[in-house]
């Protein structure tokens, strides 16, 4: 099976643009996780989606969303971009069926950076 | 909520030799899964073992295997016969059972194998 992917891998953008990071989970898995990865913060939960509902919430602010479609593929957006957003963004997907989760393999990552 | 913690933020071993990296958490929680995941230059979360709470017997994964202490909250990574391609950030990563709960990581700990 095909693992994770992400695109694009790499973005630069500058404050108050915003910007959309796609994933494609492995086939059949239904729940994609969102995390971000920063040098001071370490990995920090975003959200998660499981057949296109938000299930679990992180604690960012508005500014971040995302969305799940029928295929399971997720976006998440950021918009009014700030310098503190850049960051590797990174996703996760896993198989699970029903209220709990399972593993989460992840994807390769987006490197966001903010001018 | 749930904390994980390694102590250890750089360690280095030589090829061949063995290490041994620490994780601890904190949880009141009686039934869920710890994980440590590997994340080489490439910056791509590879998963390297996972145990389950409720099973006394520790994983192991071809050179790698844990010693899992329940009443202890540890959960330490031992890797045998350490190879150049072992370099990497190692995290420990917690998540319950049940109830949606996302990946709760530790800060991580970088490992350089050296020749």
């Known amino acids: 099976k095909a693992g994770v992917t992400q695109t694009p891998r790499y973005l630069i953008k500058t404050r108050g643009q915003q910007v959309t990071l796609s994933c494609s989970p492995i086939s059949g898995h239904r729940s994609v996780s969102w995390y971000q990865q920063t040098p001071g913060q370490g990995l920090q939960f975003l959200f998660e989606?499981?057949?296109?509902?938000?299930?679990n919430k992180g604690n960012f602010p508005g500014r971040f969303s995302g969305r799940q479609f029928s295929n399971s593929r997720s976006e998440m957006n950021v918009s009014t971009l700030e310098l503190g957003d850049s960051a590797l963004y990174l996703c996760?997907?896993?198989?699970?069926?029903?209220?709990?989760?399972?593993?989460?393999?992840f994807g390769p990552g987006t490197r966001l950076t903010v001018l | 909520a749930q904390t994980v913690t390694q102590s250890q933020p750089e360690m280095s071993v030589q090829e061949a030799e063995t290490v041994t990296l620490s994780c601890t958490y904190d949880?009141?929680?009686?039934?869920?899964?710890l994980f440590w995941y590997k994340q080489p230059p490439s910056r791509q979360m590879i998963l390297v073992i996972r145990?389950?709470?409720?099973?006394?017997q520790n994983a192991t994964e071809n050179r790698f295997s844990v010693n899992f202490q329940k009443a202890a909250k540890s959960f330490s990574l031992k890797i045998s016969d350490s190879q150049l391609g072992d370099t990497a950030m190692y995290f420990c990563?917690?998540?319950?059972?049940?109830?949606?709960?996302?990946?709760?990581f530790g800060k991580g700990t970088r490992l350089s194998v050296i020749a």
């Open positions: 949880t009141s929680e009686s039934n869920y899964y």
């Open positions: 996760a997907s896993s198989s699970l069926a029903g209220p709990t989760t399972d593993t989460q393999y």
């Open positions: 989606y499981f057949s296109e509902t938000q299930r």
């Open positions: 990563a917690f998540m319950s059972i049940g109830g949606n709960t996302p990946l709760v």
């Open positions: 145990q389950e709470a409720y099973k006394q």
